[in-house]
């Protein structure tokens, strides 16, 4: 007979998801003003003085390699990593969690692939914003901005 026991509980990572909905919040706020208004505003700009392509697509890849978002990236990861396993550092939350029919294994598993979505899941819809307003303003740059998201991960 096969054993049933799973490695990953979908309520846990459900539950992870919606109860961290701030963390999705901040990220994309903080993306939002430090790299697409930007490029909204300079291309915008650019437009109105008749730029062009190259002009563009010099300044874009500049302001994604100079943005400077790893420290904010590593400290984003960090306050994930935290609230996740907050639970484990108070002895009531612990123990109920715990005496729920999940194994250490699945509690761990369920809450790092949850944090592990929050992390990875606003940057990626980020850079999609940012190949969507290169596509309109003309620039055929989605590679290039997929590489670049390679890079802020």
Not at 51 to 62: H, I, P, Q, R, Y
Not at 123 to 133: D, G, N
Request: overall charge positive; hydrophobic content about 55%.
């Amino acid at each position: 007979m096969k054993s049933k026991t799973s490695l990953f509980n979908k309520t846990i990572f459900r539950k992870d998801i919606t109860r961290f909905w701030p963390l999705w919040a901040l990220q994309l706020v903080a993306g939002l003003l430090v790299l697409i208004a930007p490029m909204m505003s300079e291309l915008s700009y650019m437009s109105s003085i008749h730029a062009g392509t190259d002009e563009k697509m010099s300044f874009m890849v500049t302001l994604i390699k100079n943005s400077c978002l790893s420290p904010y990236t590593m400290s984003a990861g960090i306050v994930v990593a935290v609230c996740v396993f907050l639970y484990l550092t108070r002895e009531r939350d612990a123990y109920t969690i715990h005496s729920f029919p999940f194994t250490r294994t699945t509690l761990f598993v369920s809450h790092y692939l949850a944090g592990l979505v929050i992390l990875l899941v606003p940057p990626v819809i980020i850079e999609l914003l940012l190949a969507l307003i290169a596509q309109f303003h003309g620039l055929n740059v989605i590679f290039v901005v997929m590489i670049f998201l390679l890079e802020w991960l």
